[in-house]
């Protein structure tokens, strides 16, 4: 009897636990990211410095978005991230990326310096540029 009151108490403990949690949302998803979504992250394997943001439609700055065909202008928040950075994941969300000293490639698409390239929904772009190669290249 003793055992399935402890048992009682613990589970309605560990439930009211997750319900606090999904109500109030963690620090991640206060900023874009969820658990059906994770966090956007980048990898700048290159010898290039890289621009990041987290702010997409907000902030001091403005990032010209690839489109293929076309570019759209946003408010954004302008990072440096040095050769060899990581940035993202956990609760930082990365929403797009540039390299704004030089043209880059992403998914063999030639993108012009300073135009920027959003990450799907929690996803991670990896870069990099082989010594042999004259831009960075990304996927």
């Not at 410095?49 to 001091?60: A, I, L, V």
């Not at 991670?124 to 290249?137: F, N, Q, T, V």
């Amino acid at each position: 009897m003793k055992i399935r009151k402890t048992f009682a108490v613990v589970s309605a403990a560990m439930m009211l636990s997750a319900g606090v949690t999904f109500l109030t949302g963690s620090a991640a998803q206060a900023a874009g990211c969820s658990n059906n979504v994770g966090c956007g992250s980048v990898n700048n394997n290159s010898r290039f410095k890289m621009t990041t943001t987290e702010t997409w439609d907000s902030g001091k700055n403005w990032c010209r978005q690839w489109q293929v065909s076309t570019t759209s202008l946003h408010k954004c928040t302008q990072n440096d991230l040095e050769p060899g950075g990581l940035r993202g994941g956990g609760n930082v969300d990365v929403d797009a990326v540039t390299y704004n000293n030089t043209d880059w490639y992403y998914l063999d698409n030639r993108i012009t310096k300073g135009v920027w390239v959003r990450l799907a929904g929690g996803g991670h772009m990896y870069c990099k540029a082989a010594l042999s190669e004259a831009l960075p290249r990304c996927s």
